[in-house]
């Protein structure tokens, strides 16, 4: 197959997918890999593809973008939000951010800024009602609870309302007895250590979080710059199907030759576009 992911989407079905978990080329980045992608064009180069994203989700999918904007000329450059803002024009709802807090961020100094320690996850859905299985992903209760739960007052034992008047509310007597409570949106993890010979790896535990979230065994995830394969790996170790699309053969081959399909469903697919190319330069249109 030819071409870049812009032409590969358009071969798979409407309403196919059931999470899109996927990390494209940031501004300027992976130049030496993929050419780079203009800021100031980044916005034009990937509304195609989202919108090829949102014809092959399901309904009931979701669409995780891990993305993080640059700084140029001293300052933050706006792409990501201006991404967003169009994305919603689209027909894209956007219900939710995630933070992931890379808790092992490579040490730095810049004059006018600190080193970043974190990066977006962006989720897209296209309505409001979405598959999510929240109870996947519960944590143990922490330590906390032990001192916390054992005297309550007779406030911790009614529905206590915000005393700053936000409508919201607690009872603390509901988490007696619980193990396990669930996260926040905030997800620290170690950045990827192990490069698997491509220049941005992100830890199998950030798709891994997604996939046990938004789906379940023998549902379909999609990743449209699959790079060395770390979402299409662990969605078939948790036995997901999958489509991964990739424009460099030898990231493809780094995954077909490391992936070892289940029994009990189809083997991972793998789009691969068969000759070199870049997503984007920036003197030239992305090809």
Known sequence: MLGDCHTELAKLPDNSIDLIFTSPPYADSRKNTYGGVSPDKYVEWFLPISSELLRVLK?????????????????????????????????????????????????????????????????????????????????????????????????????????????????????????????????????????????????????????????????CVLDPFMGSGTTITVANKLGRNSVGIEILPEYYDLVKNSIQPLNDVRPAQLALLERKGKYATNKTKRS
Not at 74 to 103: A, C, D, N, P, S
Not at 110 to 121: A, G, I, K, T, V
Request: net charge positive; hydrophobic share 35%.
């Open 59 to 219: 309904p009931t999918g979701t669409f995780v973008l891990n993305i993080k904007e640059k700084v140029e000329n001293g300052e933050r450059h706006t792409y990501v939000i201006e991404l967003i803002l169009e994305m919603r024009k689209q027909g894209w709802l956007w219900t939710e951010e995630f933070i992931w807090h890379k808790k092992n961020s490579y040490p730095g100094k810049w004059p006018n800024r600190f080193r970043d320690s974190w990066e977006r996850l962006l989720q897209f859905n296209k309505n409001r009602k979405f598959h999510m299985y929240q109870e996947e992903v519960m944590v143990p209760m922490g330590n906390w609870a032990n001192s916390r739960l054992k005297n309550l007052s007779e406030t911790d034992k009614v529905r206590d309302p915000s005393r700053v008047g936000s409508g919201f509310g607690k009872k603390i007597a509901n988490w007696i007895g619980r193990e396990k409570a669930y996260p926040t949106n905030v997800l620290h993890m170690a950045t990827e250590t192990k490069n698997r010979n491509h220049s941005a790896v992100f830890p199998e535990d950030l798709p891994e979080w997604f996939i046990k979230l938004f789906t379940k065994r023998g549902d």
